[in-house]
């Protein structure tokens, strides 16, 4: 089923303790948001996140997770280490990733098979380039990370799926894609989900400089269902205008 959901993304940002103040001040305000709202945080974050978030609305991330259950991986982190401190959702193939440790789709893939075999929710990550986008490639490019991004799914585990089109030129930038330029790139993934699937009603979300004062006219395109934000989720205050927009 399509839901509303409105997901931050901290990268490497926040200490346990800017965690917790900002918790204490989103969570008050966003008591009767009709958005889900999730929030990922960096791993050093997961614990008091996940135990400050119980009870409330608010669902808790990870940025990253290994494909292997266990062995000589130094600095890497299972699905199941995540799973068993109540992780819900977990972002894989993240174009910082993809471009900064060199991630493949047969990478993304993986991970994304291991998250759902330990009961983890991903958030995958698809999006062009500038020149890809220039040179009319930006469908292709995102239905093709799409489709290998999803090898091998049941039908059924798409219910457990979120996918976040992120153009690459509009992350961290200012600039963000026209509302329709969006709503286009996001039909296309619906439309290659179907294909694989005949399965419409999977949640796609918008990110790329995603801000209070561009987000509901993000929001009021159709095939649209929420955003991945990066930048203005780090203040409790513009996430929650985010999340009042949706
Ligand atoms: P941004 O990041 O909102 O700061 O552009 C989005 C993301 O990278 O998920």
Redesign the pocket.
């Known amino acids: 089923m399509r839901r509303k959901v409105i997901a931050g ?1 901290w990268k490497m940002n926040m200490l346990p303790n800017d965690t917790i103040d900002f918790i204490n001040e989103l969570e008050p305000n966003i008591k009767k948001c009709e958005s889900e709202v999730i929030l990922c945080v960096p791993y050093t974050d997961l614990f008091y996140a996940i135990s400050f978030c119980q009870g409330t609305n608010i669902h808790i991330g990870a940025q990253n997770v290994f494909y292997e259950d266990s062995g000589a991986y130094t600095g890497e982190i299972s699905a199941q280490m995540l799973k068993c401190i109540n992780t819900e959702y977990v972002i894989i193939g ?1 174009s ?1 990733r993809r471009k900064l440790f060199n991630e493949t789709d047969e990478i993304v893939n993986k991970k994304v098979l291991k998250a759902l075999e330990n009961g983890l929710k991903p958030i995958i990550c698809v999006g062009e380039t500038l020149e890809e986008r220039e040179q009319n490639k930006a469908i292709e490019k995102i239905t093709d990370q799409t489709e290998k991004a999803l090898q091998g799914l049941t039908k059924e585990s798409l219910e457990n799926i979120i996918i976040a089109y ?1 153009p690459i030129w ?3 930038t200012g600039k963000t894609a026209t509302s329709k330029d969006a709503n286009e790139a996001i039909k296309a993934i619906r439309a290659k989900v179907k294909e694989m699937f005949e399965n419409t009603d999977i949640t796609i979300l918008y ?4 801000k209070p004062e561009n987000a509901k006219e993000l929001f009021d395109e159709p095939d649209i269902d929420g955003a ?5 989720s780090l203040k409790a205050s513009s996430f929650e205008s985010i999340i009042g927009a949706n």
């Open positions: 993304n993240h910082e992120e509009a992350i961290g990110g790329g400089s995603v991945l934000v990066g930048g203005a």
